[in-house]
């Protein structure tokens, strides 16, 4: 049985009248394998068909049929088990789920119970709560994970007194994590299930897409008085997103303290959660609770995996959404924030690291061939992105020596890092959600390169760039383009700066004479310098020249 | 014949045939419940032989289940799917309604 040693953390201690509660929280996640084919038929698993149009007389449950299982899916839930650092079992089971209901035609469901794929692990969340404040990374230990057959859909608005059912879904691998009961808030729950989604995601073994249904959780949650003797738990079933798992928690743990203070006695049963209402209700209670009668399914021979291919699945892992947090924390010196918002996306997190190394490279010219070979000291070891090809990296490596120290190099591409890091969370995060972008897509097409080097050489302010970045996302060319085609250069000329400056002055003599009492003043001339330039004077230059025309 | 010990009792067959939502009329509980005895006396003589040291197994061969490649074979023939249904509309199977 379930043990639960850790207490909570106090600030998620519940207390009442009575005294001080902890919330114990276990999940069940259910995550649709990302596979053309469904599990034990060759049917199409494509989401949004024409009701019953992928089924096979394998997902009607036709008498005689034999299931088959899918090689990929196995594949997956191997590759999913090493995301949740777990035993992977070369021997494992399906076994039949027997119940009854209308959209499991088979009268049972094919899952495994005594003998799962994988076994235990764990993983470490980050629970953040309400207002930003990030928590202590807290271990969460996974029980197993087993592969089943999803059921089909119900409908139940098409008639008054009638069901309609389709059997699409009916069929589909369904990967079941479980959890210990390693949770404590609900804060911690919904990190949990982010972990999850960002691992399985991470891995390409599931879309992730709670909206969809492919990522759902099932919620067991109990009280207790803080590490005392566990309470009894109840099960939510089937919460699709993040705030509803913790809404419903919130819920169903103060309807437990309400129903312990009152002196009763908590039923164990399964409750269904109402995302309108914001709370939970029955579903079905201990009396009809199933008796599945689980055996081993005949039609089916078990799993038996070789080593060797559980080995090659281990070694083509991708990195990892935590592994590529820290390094990209370690490599480009980003704050936990900016490396928490960058990270979990592989496909951001490539092209975001493509864009820094051209940039970098285009900045360390010639120099940038020793990077290449850089095998220094750890601290300053740089993964190079993929883009950048072997052969070149050979090819460099004839050119210098193997040990060249590039720290030298480290302020250089930090501050690059820096500068297309904070163009990738401000400008191409805001329009990509504008336009419903994706915000890789937007960093590709936009010359981030371009704009580095635009402000790095001083031939547009800070200021513009915002404007080309504009432009540069409406599609109308390079950084140089825009800037040359709208003159939008930065006047560096100290004799032109000189006579806007003479001419600002001149226009605003009473004010000039009071600036040489109040220094505050300097700000609204340097405002009138900027607006007579159209915003392409050199700030710095704009400061000097008025300094010492006001005597400053 | 030998009936097992802590054999099926009618309260047993009642409960079962609820979980397979058979419909079994009162009178038959118990005559079905020794019936059911019977065939579990009959096969618990398998436990006369001596399995010592043997795996337990789930079928009658030792070897791995077969795979097949992840690609769409089947499907799109929903008619088909749905000839034997009692009831169908618009593509569903239509049943008597499953939640108040």
């Known amino acids: 049985m379930f043990i639960a040693p850790r207490v909570a953390d106090k600030k998620d201690w519940i207390t009442t009248d009575t005294g001080d509660w902890e919330i114990i929280i276990g999940l069940e996640v259910h995550a649709q394998v990302a596979s053309e084919s469904k599990l034990f038929s060759g049917s199409a698993t494509e989401y949004g068909s024409a009701p019953n149009t992928q089924v096979s007389l394998v997902d009607a449950g036709m008498p005689g049929m034999l299931p088959v299982v899918n090689a990929y899916c196995i594949e997956q839930a191997v590759k999913t088990g090493y995301g949740l650092n777990a035993k992977i079992n070369l021997f494992s089971r399906f076994d039949r789920k027997n119940y009854f209901y209308v959209d499991l035609p088979q009268g049972y469901q094919i899952s495994q119970f005594e003998h799962p794929i994988v076994g235990e692990g764990e993983i470490e969340i980050l629970p953040i709560d309400g207002d930003g404040n990030v928590g202590d990374p807290v271990l969460v230990g996974i029980e197993r994970l087993h592969l089943e057959q999803d059921a089909g859909k119900s409908v139940h608005d098409l008639s008054p007194d009638e069901t309609y059912v389709d059997l699409n879904r009916c069929g589909v691998a369904l990967m079941e994590i479980v959890s210990k009961p390693d949770m404590r808030s609900p804060e911690e729950a919904s990190a949990y299930v982010e972990k999850l989604r960002g691992i399985v995601r991470a891995l390409g073994t599931c879309d992730g897409d709670m909206e969809k249904g492919n990522l759902r959780a099932d919620v067991n949650v109990s009280v207790r008085r803080p590490g005392g003797e566990l309470g009894t738990r109840c099960e939510i079933k089937n919460v699709n997103s993040m705030r509803f798992i913790r809404q419903a928690i919130n819920f169903e743990a103060r309807r437990h303290i309400d129903i312990l203070e009152a002196g009763g006695e908590i039923d164990q049963e399964t409750r269904l959660f109402d995302s309108v209402k914001g709370e939970t209700r029955t579903m079905r209670s201990k009396e009809d609770a199933h008796d599945y009668r689980y055996f081993p399914d005949p039609d089916l021979l078990p799993i038996k995996l070789e080593q060797s291919f559980v080995d090659k699945i281990k070694a083509n892992l991708p990195e990892m959404p935590d592994v590529r947090k820290a390094r990209f924390m370690q490599q480009y010196d980003m704050d936990e924030y900016k490396a928490r918002l960058l990270s979990p996306d592989q496909r951001l997190a490539n092209v975001l690291e493509d864009t820094i190394f051209e940039t970098f490279s285009a900045r360390l010219g010639d120099r940038s061939k020793a990077i290449l070979t850089y095998t220094g000291s750890n601290e300053n070891k740089i993964k190079l992105p993929l883009s950048v090809k072997s052969s070149e990296v050979e090819k460099a490596t004839e050119l210098l020596h193997s040990n060249y120290d590039t720290s030298e190099f480290i302020p250089e591409l930090h501050d690059v890092a820096k500068a297309i890091n904070n163009w990738t969370l401000g400008p191409v995060f805001e329009f990509a959600s504008k336009s419903s972008e994706d915000p890789a897509d937007v960093l590709k097409r936009t010359d981030l390169k371009g704009l580095y080097f635009a402000i790095f050489n001083d031939t547009i302010s800070g200021k513009i760039a915002k404007g080309v970045f504009e432009k540069m996302f409406a599609g109308e060319g390079t950084a140089d383009e825009i800037i040359e085609r709208d003159g939008l250069k930065q006047v560096t000329d100290m004799g032109a700066i000189e006579a806007m400056v003479d001419e600002v002055i001149a226009g605003n003599a009473a004010q000039a004479e009071k600036a040489k009492e109040n220094p505050k003043l300097l700000g609204f001339f340097v405002g009138q310098v900027m607006k007579a330039s159209q915003g392409k004077a050199n700030p710095q230059a704009v400061n000097k020249i008025l300094r010492e025309k006001l005597g400053l | ?100």
């Open chain 2, 1 to 100: 014949m030998a009936h097992p010990k802590n054999g099926v009792t009618a309260e047993d067959v009642k409960k079962i045939a609820k979980l397979s939502r058979l419909h079994v009329e009162a009178d038959r509980l118990q005559p079905i419940a020794e019936d059911l005895n019977g065939i579990l006396g009959w096969i618990e003589q398998l436990g006369e032989v001596d399995v010592e040291g043997v795996e337990p197994m789930t079928s009658a061969v030792d070897m791995a289940a077969p795979l097949r490649a992840d690609k769409v074979t089947d499907g799109g023939k929903r008619d088909d799917v749905l000839k034997n249904a009692p009831k169908s509309d618009d593509g569903f199977f239509v049943v008597p309604r499953s939640v108040e």
